[in-house]
């Protein structure tokens, strides 16, 4: 046969494989997308796996169901804060910027217009709110705190911070810098990060924990 007339090897069939990486971020970011833009009910693995450019057998393998795309969506706001919590703290001089370091990451993350748009859509009702506030409490808030007394946790073991309940302090430092920013965010008062900025209630927040913003005033 002439060289010319070689008939041309086929073509595979379906979708180019894709790094894992990318197609973990596509569908988180299609997910996210149609959550915030159509609702829950339009985020069917079907619409997730067509706006992602992901064969329907790709999105399975990273969730089996649209509750998990959900918690894909949570545990990668709570993944960013790994790094700050992962820096080596080698003196108590430290641990305040530390800290701080760790609450700025928490709240661009859980203060971002996407964290603040799935909030208010937990705020409405829909047939699966139960569901995805499960989802959302252990994949998101509960993770998040684990994250944050466990790294408390470690600067006690070095012998540089005396913490009597890590958990119950980080609720509070989690609701000092999130709590009321997220309800003025949800309701329209206040934009959310990054056009507004936490660095001053995180500032306070750890003043306060410090005992430097308030003190009791002795008896006379």
């Known amino acids: 046969m002439p060289a010319d007339l070689t008939p041309a090897p086929a073509r595979p069939r379906g979708r180019p494989a894709r790094p894992e990486h990318e197609a973990h971020e596509a569908a988180v970011e299609a997910a996210t997308w149609l959550l915030l833009h159509e609702g829950y009910a339009a985020a069917t693995m079907e619409a997730v796996a067509k706006r992602a450019g992901l064969a329907k057998k790709t999105l399975y393998r990273l969730a089996a169901n649209r509750e998990e795309l959900v918690a894909l969506v949570v545990r990668s706001w709570t993944d960013a804060f790994r790094p700050a919590m992962a820096a080596d703290v ?15 990451q928490v709240a ?12 208010r859509l937990l705020s409405t009702d829909f047939p699966a709110k139960p569901d995805l506030l499960e989802v959302y409490q252990r994949n998101g808030i509960e993770r998040g705190r684990a994250m944050l007394a466990d790294w408390l946790r470690r600067q006690c073991a070095k012998g540089l911070l005396k913490v009597e309940e890590p958990e119950l302090v980080c609720d509070l430092l989690l609701s000092m810098v999130i709590a009321e920013p997220l309800r003025q965010m949800a ?12 660095g001053p209630r995180i500032e306070q927040a750890l003043r306060l924990l410090a005992g430097e913003a308030c003190k009791w005033s002795p008896r006379p």
Request: glycine share 6%.
């Open 187 to 198: 309701l329209g008062l206040t934009p959310p990060v990054p056009a507004w900025d936490p």
């Open 108 to 119: 661009e993350r859980v203060l971002s217009a996407d964290a603040v748009g799935l909030f």
């Open 90 to 104: 080698r003196s108590a001089a430290e641990l305040q910027p530390a800290l701080a370091a760790i609450l700025r």
